[in-house]
């Protein structure tokens, strides 16, 4: 019988040719005006295997980006850039969705000194450190709190880099609302002490996330778009048991919107003391009833134990597919993985990014 992870799924509007998803992945590779290279689209053509691929996190405006090299989706040039790459997918028969990405307070000014301090729901400085545009380590800013009106025109910039995904030839987008960026952060009390509509209860503090959602639902139909939560993550000084509650609120809400669909990073056993936030893990997602990609640590092996027990119906693979871009072949002839190198993954040219071995050679 056919491994299920090699097997066709149904996802929103599409028939992906099989559920090994390709993780949203930043490489740090694009070049000074923030636009696509050659190189990035080399990149995604060898992985094309993929059922989809969901590409690096993009940002949506200036304000948006938080590390250097990060690719955008606000310019024209950029545009320009991501429409390579979709073409070139295309062609090798995948599907890829555009992550939309405003980093919020995990930024720095250094990145867009015209609009200063990054923002955030509440001015409430990580902890840690933090890229400056020239590399350099140095401590987290305290963020300035939005304005309500600025979190209106928040939401046109999501909309306006949604128009532009379309432009560049997306199949669709995935909205970016966890792993502690701008969205996770109005979901957690942790880092949302706001009073006004986009805080305080828990409807208003996942009301910024749904309106988003609205947005490019508008402009995509829901079939085309999908959304990354991650309720229990720990990066980005984020981490709040409290924020349950918000998160059932959110699956009730996007359930009754149809997605593509809920993409969703498990808790990291690593990370997590407390076994009970597993089973509260587990009663979160059986929540929501549309289509589920799981990602976080999985193997080949628990990856297809996890479809199997109807946890997930696909699953995203990161370091993986970072270092096997022939990912789904090797999950067919059972050969073994190529390991990654950590040290490659952020920035640099075709070292660790391209030059990965396939099993066999490629036709060229
Ligand atoms: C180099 C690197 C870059 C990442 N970039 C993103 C990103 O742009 N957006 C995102 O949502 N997650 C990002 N992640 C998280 C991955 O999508 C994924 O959830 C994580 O790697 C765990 O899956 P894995 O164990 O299969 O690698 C990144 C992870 C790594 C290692």
């Not at 090994?20 to 696509?36: F, S």
């Amino acid at each position: 019988m056919k491994n299920k992870l090699l097997t066709p799924l149904p996802v929103g509007d599409y028939i992906l040719k099989n559920r090994v998803v390709m993780a949203p992945l930043t490489r740090m590779r694009a070049d000074v005006d923030l636009v696509p290279t050659d190189l990035n689209v080399e990149y995604y053509r060898q992985r094309s295997s993929a059922g989809l691929i969901i590409t690096e996190a993009s940002q949506i405006s200036r304000l948006g980006q938080g590390y250097p090299m990060t690719p955008g989706i606000h310019s024209e040039k950029q545009v320009a850039g991501w429409k390579k790459i979709t073409d070139t997918v295309h062609k090798e028969g995948s599907r890829i969705f555009l992550q939309l990405w405003h980093v919020g307070r995990i930024s720095h000014s250094s990145f867009h000194p015209e609009e200063g301090l990054p923002v955030a729901p509440s001015a409430i400085r990580p902890k840690g450190n933090t890229l400056t545009s020239e590399w350099k380590q140095v401590p987290f800013e305290t963020p300035r709190a939005l304005e309500t009106s600025e979190i209106k025109s928040t939401i046109q910039d999501y909309k306006q880099a949604a128009v532009n995904a379309k432009t560049a030839g997306f199949d669709g987008v995935e909205l970016h609302s966890a792993n502690g960026y701008l969205l996770n952060q109005f979901l957690h009390g942790k880092t949302n002490h706001r009073k006004d509509e986009y805080g305080d209860s828990v409807e208003n503090r996942a009301r910024l996330t749904l309106e988003v959602i609205d947005q490019l639902a508008e402009i995509w139909g829901a079939g085309k778009v999908g959304i990354r939560l991650s309720p229990f993550t720990f990066s980005g000084d984020i981490n709040d048991p409290e924020a349950i509650p918000v998160y059932e609120y959110l699956l009730k809400e996007l359930d009754s919107r149809q997605l593509a669909y809920l993409h969703f990073v498990r808790a990291r056993s690593a990370e997590i003391e407390d076994q009970k936030v597993f089973e509260k893990e587990k009663e979160l997602w059986n929540r929501y009833s549309g289509t589920i990609i799981a990602a976080d640590g999985f193997t080949s092996e628990t990856a297809l134990e996890y479809l199997e027990n109807n946890r997930a119906d696909a699953i995203a693979f990161g370091r993986n597919f970072i270092s096997n871009p022939d990912l789904p072949q090797r999950i067919e002839s059972g050969a073994e993985l190529n390991p990654y190198d950590r040290t490659t993954f952020y920035g640099g040219g075709e070292k660790g990014y391209t030059d990965y071995p396939f099993l066999q050679k490629q036709n060229a």
